[in-house]
């Protein structure tokens, strides 16, 4: 593993943008779901729910989804962040087990402020189709919660506006809602800037090894055998891969470290490594459900390919994947406590003086009859640095990181 | 005011911290156990007014985590926390010196009520 010593050798993309948050009026912080009898088959559905849930409110206008990893950070991120405070925040908590073939759900609904049980449901799902049981969650959880938006719209209305509302109303910037969400990764880092801040100046702390990888994390029972039904019934090859598109990285961001630098007293070296692998276990069955041409598999990679004898290419898809529309790049974000970017490091190939830096692990090649998909093994660790004032450094809260195609990126930056 | 000490013994890290961050709140004091073994370690060093407890738990199970105790000689109130719904379970729980059993997903003013009644009980 390379530490990158000059920043400048790769191309950083720093931009010093203020983007205001997108204001909800409800946040819901999704824990991880109970697997009730520890149900190996259907163990990876803890996480499943989670993201199902997220990904369900990601376009709503009065509703937000995170996934809340360790609830006393979540606490903690919403006493020290006015966007959320603004909001109500309710966690979402929720049990799952099979009955004789149906899947019970119990979902729960408890206010972070008063810690009153809001809601219970409680759902039953007899159809084996994966696809149903989302649905039928999702529907549960909206029939408890609307009910709540409405009570929050009905007492907004009657509101005045704190000039702190005020501020986040005008974020509400059409154009930014536009940008696809992809977060992928957040992990607080304010606490730990504070206290390197408070004493980089006697001892610069040795580069920290990031944590093991312990969010995202499906085990090779994620995929049983419904699921591959599942997928093998209902999608096509061009679906599939939309499916595992949506969310094929698991990332991993370490610690920071900050370094004074010897001919500039207002600014510091900020660096923390990020690193990045595939869902491999996850990612392999979803393709593998698929009628396969050849498999190579190597140390490092796998390799899959497809007949067009077996699928229809479409001409779009062929395009698309010709674009590079099914390559992702990190786009990482420092943001303030009110999550607003401070500053941003967009790690793509660009156009001048440039080392591309990450390297895309999923890769789709098009040819006339065959499709073929490339899967590097292995984590992809990346040492990010980048020299920053000192008073920005101070403002940063949270590090977060999204995978955008080289479109999304031109059009970020645009904005 | 010294505030009553609950350990709460679950393998479900986000079962505890749910757990801890209620009673937190609540008033109580609260230490977390991701296994039996470790509670056993805890119990045996720590004075606490009560036990929540799960029943399925890896290497050492609810049951045998309460007939440890007993074997020890340790009587905390134990309050069963779990998805199992079986009458038999639940008995042998009882008999064994637990003072409820409460279903997950877990009803909070059920519980706390619970360690209410059962930790004024032991007074």
Known sequence: MIRVKDFLRFFLFVSMIMVTAVRADINLWVMSFDNLHSDSEIKWLKEGFVDFIVDHYADNDYVRAYRSEKLDETLSVIKRNPAYQNARNYVVSGAYHRDKGEFIVDLQLTDLKTWETLAKKQVHEKSSDLEQLIMTVNKALDEIVDPRVKESIKTNAGEEKTPEQEVFDVGKDKNLEDIREMTVATKDIGSALDKLLADFQEKPEQYREPEPFSQNQFSQDAFTDRVRDFVRETHSFEQTMNFILNDPYEINIGEPTIQRLPMNSQSVLLSFRIDYRIKMEIVREMIETLKIKGKKEGETYIEYSFSGNDYLFTSDFIKRVAYGQYRYFPVVSLKDENGNAVSRIIDAPGTIDQIKHFNPMFNIAAGPWTMTIYLVKGVQEIDYELTLPIRTVAKISQVSIDMMTEDEIVQLVEK | ?123
């Open chain 2, 1 to 123: 005011m010294t505030k009553n000490k609950i350990l709460i013994v679950d393998d479900e890290p986000n079962v505890c911290q749910f757990l801890a961050e209620y009673l937190d709140y609540k008033g109580f004091e609260t230490v977390i156990c991701y296994s039996g073994i470790d509670a056993l370690k805890y119990l045996k060093t720590e004075p606490f007014d009560a036990v929540l407890l799960d029943l399925i738990m890896p290497e050492m199970n609810g049951i045998e985590v309460l007939e440890q105790m007993r074997q020890m000689n340790i009587f905390v109130p134990v309050i069963i926390v779990t998805g199992v719904r079986d009458k038999k379970v639940a008995e042998d729980a009882m008999s064994l010196g637990a003072v409820d059993f409460i279903p997950k997903p877990i009803d909070l003013d059920r519980l706390e009520q619970s360690l209410i009644v059962n930790i004024k009980n032991l007074q």
